[in-house]
């Protein structure tokens, strides 16, 4: 037996699992963050394991790379957030993060 | 069993171990150290789907880039020196459960589905094929993306800075 899209397919689903548990789980801003990451890491393997099974061109590839670049603007924008949630309450802790008052 | 399985399921248990110790550790240190394992899983895992310019970029862009702007959000925003490092956990046990039930629709979904799966092909290399796309059929995307990550990373650097008052 060897391996098929069915064992990446459960790979990435499995990873998924742990970022979405990561996502609700955590109270700390920063690990929220690599539980995202985690799930676009997931996301990618789906993409890339399509694009070698399913579609043999290379346009799962490319929309890999289009989502790389998009978590690593989306990790620099919530970073500078976290800073400044830190700035304001001395704290990253997101229960303590209830108020839009300035 | 083949030498090229005992290396997938090789890359998977690293993955998926190091994924664990992301989220079940209570220290943000060691949760930034199972990332960073987990990230090179990703990126061997990829090298197994003939996606050799992928997994360069994975390492290049996740490893060097986005995993130490986490480890610089994490030192940044706690004292190291003080306990403050202990990431809590909230409402673990239904948590575990619910997300039990959405691995298990999951794995329901890609184990019932009859995929169209064809033949793996040969290992070629990927960077010019992908480099000659960006150019021609996705050059709109790739030139919005450019400018999206311009923008984003402007936008950082401005939120991130200190307020003179």
Known sequence: ?102 | MSIFDIVFYAFAALTVVSAAILVFSRNVIYSAVGLLFTFFGVAGIYVLLAADFLAVVQILVYVGGILILLLFGVMLSQRVTSSELGAGTLRMLPALIVLSGVLAILLRMVYKTSWSSLPASDFNPTSAKIGTLLMTDFLIPFEIVSILLLAALIGAAFIARKERS
């Open chain 1, 1 to 102: 037996m060897s391996i098929t899209l069915t064992h990446y397919l459960t790979l990435s689903a499995i990873l998924f699992s742990l970022g979405l548990l990561c996502v609700v789980t955590k109270k700390n801003a920063v690990t929220v963050l690599m539980g995202v990451e985690l799930i676009l890491n997931a996301a990618n393997i789906n993409f890339v394991a399509f694009a070698r099974f399913v579609d043999t061109n290379l346009d799962g590839q490319i929309f890999a790379v289009f989502v790389i670049v998009t978590a690593a603007a989306s990790a620099a924008v919530a970073l500078a957030i976290v800073l400044n949630l830190y700035e304001r309450l001395r704290s990253i802790d997101l229960d303590e993060a209830d108020s839009l008052a300035r």
